[in-house]
Structures are given as structure tokens and as C-alpha cells.
């Protein structure tokens, strides 16, 4: 009988080597930043549709206290639960100090569970969401433009971005009056592409998206980039829906996903 064959000698199998060549896909479509700003941009776009529906301050108030809270209350609820039940810790350096949970719950420290930084900065932009959808109804595009621009600007300043903690970066606040912008003035452009430049938008921006991933995530570019591609992204999806490259949009799991997310943001309608 032959000797087996060593591991130093032994091929390596073809699922394996497939596994290889996935990862550069895996990580174009991993382009966590770029989702956060995506996400912001269609928050902004979404609550200010809501607003534009019912222009109330308490409407939108509690709106948001009833879509932010529960969930963070629930999640550190559980990881608490784990921690003292199970003792296990999801997130090293984490204190389960009974104020630390509700400071946590409350979202004024996110150590508990890290990745709800960006709820705490939804949170924090609240003030700013609101005040850009006046200001919109009242000055215009040009006014809520400035603001933008202003907040783009404050992205690269260290002491703006980490104005409310280390464990939260309100660098991307930009992201929402983007999405107000959309709401506001996205039809008008998007009615007026030729059906072929509505095409090219989708799958331009599903590329940008994918080809950030690769790319410091807070550079100028970049940053510049992911914010665009997200805004053409959702104003093709509001306002340009016969696009086919859009069409899986319309699975029963995408749109119960989507019924998820819109109630959650919206609260209310």
C-alpha cells in the first residue's frame, strides 16, 4: 500500500481554491461604511417623506423615540441577560455595571454592543433631520445644500466627528439632508434621464458602491463617492421603478425586509 500523501504535497480542493478567488466579491459587497451611509441617505429620504406628509414636531419626536429606544433597550437587555445569566462577555471591555447598561440602553455609551454607534448618531441627528426639512419647506434645495456641504466638510475634523464620544462618528451626519434633498428634488431629475442613463445610474452605482469597499473608507473620495452613488441609487428606486435592473427589489422577502424598515424609521405614517 502507497503512503499517504502528506499535507505539505496534498492538493488543496477545488472548493477551497473557489473559496479563494469569492473573496474580493465578498468583500465588494462587505463595504460596511458605505451601508452606514447608504442607510443614512435613505433615513433622511424616508423621514422626510413622512414629514412632507404631516409637518408635526411631536409626530416626528415621538416617531423617533418609539424607533430608537425599543431597540436598543431590547439588545442590551439580551446582551445583559447573557452576560449575567451565562457570563458571557459578546464585546471585550465591556462593563455591565448596572448604570453603564442604562447608559447603554439609552444610548449615551455604546461599549455593550459597539456596531449601535450609528443608531446613536440617527439619534443625535434628529435636531438636524427636522430643522433641514424646514428649512427646505422655507428657503429651498440651495439652503439644505449649504448645510450638506458644511457637514461634509466637518466629516474630516476629528473634534466635530467624535463630538459625542469615542465610540461614535458623526462624520457621516451629511448623509441625511443628502437624503432630504432626494425627497425633495430627486423626482424632478430622475423623470428627466433617458431610459438608458437610469440604467447605467443603477449599475454605475452598484459598482461604486462595490469598488469603495477597497478604498480607505473616510477619504475625501471615497466618502464623496459613497454618498452620491447611495443618492442615485434611492432616487432611481423612488422615482424610476420600470427599471428591470430593480426588479428583484420586488421579491416577497426583499419587500417584507423593506416593510421592516420603513415601519421602523417611520414610526408612523
Not at 147 to 170: C, H, P, R
Request: hydrophobic share 55%; glycine share 6%; with cysteine.
Amino acid at each position: 500500500m502507497s503512503p499517504r500523501p502528506s499535507s505539505r504535497n496534498h492538493r488543496r480542493p477545488a472548493a477551497s481554491i473557489s473559496g479563494l478567488r469569492a473573496l474580493p466579491l465578498i468583500k465588494a459587497l462587505s463595504n460596511g461604511y458605505g451601508a452606514v451611509v447608504a442607510f443614512f441617505v435613505i433615513s433622511g429620504f424616508v423621514l422626510a417623506r413622512s414629514l412632507d406628509r404631516n409637518f408635526s414636531l411631536s409626530r416626528f419626536l415621538r416617531g423617533r423615540i418609539l424607533r430608537l429606544f425599543p431597540a436598543a433597550i431590547t439588545t442590551i437587555g439580551l446582551f445583559a441577560l447573557l452576560f449575567y445569566g451565562f457570563g458571557v462577555v459578546v464585546y471585550r471591555g465591556a462593563s455591565y455595571e448596572p448604570l453603564n447598561i442604562l447608559a447603554n440602553m439609552a444610548m449615551l455609551r455604546t461599549d455593550i454592543d459597539p456596531v449601535m454607534w450609528s443608531m446613536k448618531a440617527e439619534l443625535a441627528a434628529t435636531p438636524l433631520i427636522f430643522a433641514c426639512v424646514w428649512v427646505h419647506r422655507r428657503y429651498g434645495a440651495r439652503a439644505v445644500m449649504a448645510i450638506a456641504v458644511v457637514l461634509f466638510a466637518l466629516a474630516f475634523v476629528g473634534q466635530y466627528s467624535q463630538f459625542i464620544g469615542d465610540d461614535t462618528n458623526l462624520a457621516l451626519l451629511f448623509a441625511f439632508p443628502v437624503g432630504i434633498l432626494v425627497h425633495f428634488n430627486g423626482e424632478a431629475i430622475a423623470r428627466r434621464l433617458p431610459p438608458a442613463a437610469a440604467v447605467l445610474g443603477t449599475l454605475g452605482s452598484v459598482a461604486v458602491f462595490c469598488a469603495c469597499a477597497f478604498f480607505k473608507p473616510s477619504g475625501t473620495w471615497t466618502l464623496l463617492v459613497q454618498w452620491l452613488s447611495a443618492a442615485t441609487l434611492v432616487m432611481l428606486i423612488a422615482y424610476r421603478p420600470e427599471v428591470r435592473l430593480l426588479a428583484v427589489l420586488d421579491a416577497s422577502i426583499v419587500r417584507f425586509y423593506g416593510r421592516i424598515s420603513t415601519a421602523s424609521t417611520c414610526c408612523t405614517r
